[in-house]
């Protein structure tokens, strides 16, 4: 290949003009079309980016230079989430300082990502460690503060033994485990930092009906959320106040048989009867210790012990014995319930190791002895409810006499809690608070911060509950901004969450160091027209954006509530099959493909593998069908002239444009990819000379896709100023008529025929044109044949008669 061919001599000439021309960056100020497309910053926790992570970027980045090319003013910034486990965990496994290694880390991802061409706009560049950046973290903080939406509290939290640090409830997967290192999670008791998200959970909810999310995405947030409509029903207690609990199935009420509170449950010690307190306070302190150690779910339903003594059933009157037991947990509901063991598999795991009575009241065919009957059907041995179809209308009815009692209102509960942001690890935001004993715990002052985050040498975590920072005199001593007497700084750094809660807010106003977010440039540019990510942050990054922007809208710094209107996940590239991760060894770096193949021919594989919603397997053999497709657009050049453009070359141009106009947006890359490749082989193929015109618009075609090709391709064609300035080409409809089209036709099913004819020709003169060819008449022996199935445009097919 000559040099001026070599990928990797354009490629660098052009991304060194582009840089030199500014064309990337966007006056913010004086846009006149904004659009705001993102991506989600990468976290620089490795040694580089994976082809997964070149995958998304390009995907984001096609998006982005089409709606360019569409006529608006696109900001497209990038930056490095930098702060948090993942980054400090990689610097202890490779012996380095997080400070140091972080820098580097960065440095490297910055020169992948300036390879792969993308249209970044460098000026807005942010990294979460960077102080400039942190400050305003922790000014977020301080706001929420003082709205009362942070606080802290003594709860039992998630503590992952590996990482030796607090997980929100989000970061523990079902399994029980840590969705970062797959460690099983334990719990433990400690004073930790909670945003109280809980008070935006029904909005949360509402506004994902009016988001333009995939429903994937949005059933992930609903579920998580986890609202439950139900009703708090009081049973009464002799010689106490009544016990309340939640039930989303008001209508099995005449099933429960037993109560049972949860081992923790602020009254269970209190409803023990005294001679019984002992036993009570034994086991509840035996059960504290095993859900510390994470062993809580291991036979947890034939564990319990009775209080001995009763509530009574607000419509029956009948006693229901009181028990505590493992499987009911103070987080959920009211950390207490009714049990009704005919219609729940859990409550009948525990009345059977126990020996406490089944009743069935939804009748079902099999009965309730052996197993529970979870499903719909009539009620029975419900007094005067039976009969009625359940769980409804006959819900409605129980909670209608419920509440005429006075023991039941209709409730709503939410599975969300509060987001606890604590971390007990050292590479994190230190959390702008002081603690004095004589003002409480009070904010840093506004003034004062970056809270800066020392230089530590010893700064593993302890795996005590306390920050490395803990360890540092010169850190935690300070004075109370209040009263001026010595205090102690907050240790804890916060969840690295926090950090990218807000990081498209200040994107615009990166270069500003006196505001978090310019109001006037927040206005113009926000919220978000594009988001491009991984649905695997549905329940994390996403949930937190949305619930940090709500909080800023109440509290007057913007004027919208949502970030994030549309969102688009892509999907995931797995090696051998499996998702890429070091300890499977299948990681695959970019480098050297972009080295071999150049990095135009390295994005059209990537988006050529398979839908970009789907992803794919990396299978680097079929990189060198992009490559040559590559080479085959230069070397037409050498067949271009300024002639006229025959009618077939013109009808392949527009059904180009059609389709790639189509398919971009729409993020159908790979079709778009496979259209352009069709198109050149369009004029591969042509006879004769190759019409400027059509190269030059299967450039501009290009340009999203092969940024740096499509620019040489331009600029060799003779074309004026940038390929990436240029108004997107337009298609004639009228061209994408065919003038003629091919008709098959066969006979029993197989081809024998064809016929050239214009297009729309009517189905009986189809018929009359195939009877009457020679081959055809000779195969029908002269005669009719005994069906004919016509299909216009592309099939006539003749059933001859059976013998």
């Given amino acids: 290949m000559a040099s001026d061919d070599d990928p990797a001599v354009y490629e660098a000439r052009w991304r060194a003009r582009w840089a030199r021309d500014g064309q990337d960056h966007v006056d913010l100020a004086h846009a006149a079309a904004p659009y705001y497309n993102l991506m989600m910053f990468p976290y620089p926790s490795a040694e580089g980016l ?36 993942h980054s400090e965990n990689h ?31 460098w000026s807005k560049a942010v990294d979460t460690t960077d102080p400039r950046y942190y400050r305003w973290t922790q000014w977020l903080f301080l706001q929420l503060w003082k709205a009362d939406l942070a606080y802290r509290a003594t709860r039992p939290v998630k503590w992952c033994p590996r990482d030796l640090t607090v997980l929100a409830d989000e970061q523990v997967l079902a399994d029980g485990t840590c969705e970062r290192c797959g460690a099983t ?19 949360l909810l509402q506004g994902l009906d009016r988001l333009d999310w995939s429903e994937t995405t949005k059933v992930a947030q609903r579920n998580w959320i986890g609202r439950s409509e139900g009703a708090h029903i009081d049973f009464p207690i002799d010689g106490a106040e009544p016990l309340r609990v939640f039930t989303t199935r008001p209508d099995t009420v005449f099933g429960a048989t037993f109560m049972v509170l949860a081992p923790d449950h602020p009254r269970t010690l209190e409803l023990a009867d005294p001679g019984q307190r002992d036993r009570v306070a034994a086991y509840a302190a035996e059960a504290e210790r095993r859900r510390v ?33 493992e499987y009911v947990l103070s987080g959920y509901g009211t950390g207490a319930i009714m049990a009704v063991p005919g219609h729940d598999e859990r409550d009948h795991a525990f009345a059977t190791a126990f020996g406490l009575p089944i009743v069935e009241v939804v009748h079902s065919d099999q009965g309730v002895a052996r197993a529970a009957h979870l499903g719909s059907g009539t009620l029975v041995n419900s007094g005067a409810f039976s009969g009625l179809p359940a769980p409804d209308p006959a819900r409605g009815a129980v909670l209608a006499a419920l509440q005429a009692r006075g023991v039941a209102a209709p409730a709503v509960r939410y599975k969300l809690r509060d987001w606890g942001i604590s971390r007990q690890r050292y590479w994190g935001p230190p959390i702008p608070a002081v603690h004095c004993p004589r003002c409480g715990v009070v904010p840093v002052p506004e003034s004062e911060l970056p809270v800066l985050l020392p230089h530590v040498e010893a700064f593993r975590p302890l795996g ?69 990510g991984g649905n695997e942050h549905a329940v994390l990054h996403l949930l937190y954006a949305r619930f940090v922007t709500m909080a800023l809208h109440d509290l007057g710094w913007v004027d919208f509530e949502e970030p994030f209107p549309r969102f688009r996940a892509h999907g995931m590239i797995v090696s051998q099959g499996a998702k890429m991760s070091k300890s499977r060894g299948n990681v695959v770096n970019p480098d050297g493909y972009m080295d071999r193949y150049g990095t ?34 230069f070397r037409l050049l050498a067949r271009v002239d300024d002639g006229p453009e025959p009618p077939p070359l013109a009808r392949a141009r527009h059904a180009c444009i059609q389709k790639v106009t189509q398919d971009t947006p729409q993020l159908k890359l ?44 331009w600029h060799r064609l003779g ?59 000779a195969l029908l022996d002269g005669g009719r044949p005994a069906r004919v199935v016509v299909v216009p445009d592309r099939q006539v097919n003749l059933v001859r008669a059976r013998p």
């Fill in 50 to 85: 994976h082809v997964g992570n070149m995958f998304a970027f390009t995907g984001a980045d096609i998006h982005g230079r089409f709606q360019r090319l569409q006529g608006h003013d696109v900001f497209e910034p990038i930056g490095f989430d930098a702060f948090g486990i």
């Fill in 91 to 121: 610097a202890i496994v490779v012996g380095r300082h997080p400070m140091e290694l972080v820098r580097h880390n960065v440095a490297r991802f910055r020169a992948q990502l300036e390879r792969l061409g993308a249209q970044y706009d």
């Fill in 185 to 203: 999670v334990l719990e433990r008791e400690l004073e930790q930092w909670f945003l109280r998200i809980t008070r935006f959970a029904e909005r």
């Fill in 293 to 325: 150690a994470g062993r809580h779910a291991e036979g947890g339903l034939a564990r319990g012990i009775a209080l001995g003594r009763s509530a009574r059933h607000p419509l029956t009157g009948a006693e229901l014995p009181l028990l505590t037991a």
């Fill in 464 to 532: 005590t509950g306390a920050s490395p920072l803990a360890a540092v005199p010169e850190f935690v001593e300070t004075r109370c901004p209040v009263c001026g007497e010595p205090a102690r700084r907050e240790t804890d750094v916060s969840d690295t969450f926090l950090d990218s809660s807000w990081y498209f807010l200040r994107y615009p106003s990166a270069d500003r160091d006196d505001v978090a977010f310019d109001p006037a440039l927040t206005r113009r540019w926000l919220p978000v027209d594009t988001y491009i």
């Fill in 600 to 633: 135009d021919s390295f994005r059209l594989y990537l988006m050529f593998m398979g839908p970009f919603d789907e992803g794919g397997d990396f299978r680097d053999r079929s990189i060198h069908g992009p490559s040559r497709f590559l080479g085959q657009c």
């Fill in 670 to 713: 790979n079709t778009a990819v496979a259209a352009l490749m069709t198109y050149a082989h369009a004029l591969r193929d042509h006879p004769g000379p190759v019409p400027r015109v059509s190269l030059r618009t299967l450039a501009q075609l290009l340009a999203p896709y092969a940024p740096h090709a499509a620019e040489e391709l």
């Fill in 719 to 777: 074309g004026s100023g940038s390929v990436h300035r240029q108004p997107w080409p337009a298609f004639d409809p009228a061209l994408l008529v065919e003038d003629t089209v091919t008709v098959i036709v066969a006979v029993d099913g197989r081809k024998r025929e064809q016929l050239v004819v214009p297009p729309g020709t009517s189905a009986p003169e189809l018929e009359r044109m195939a009877l009457a060819l020679p081959r055809i008449a």
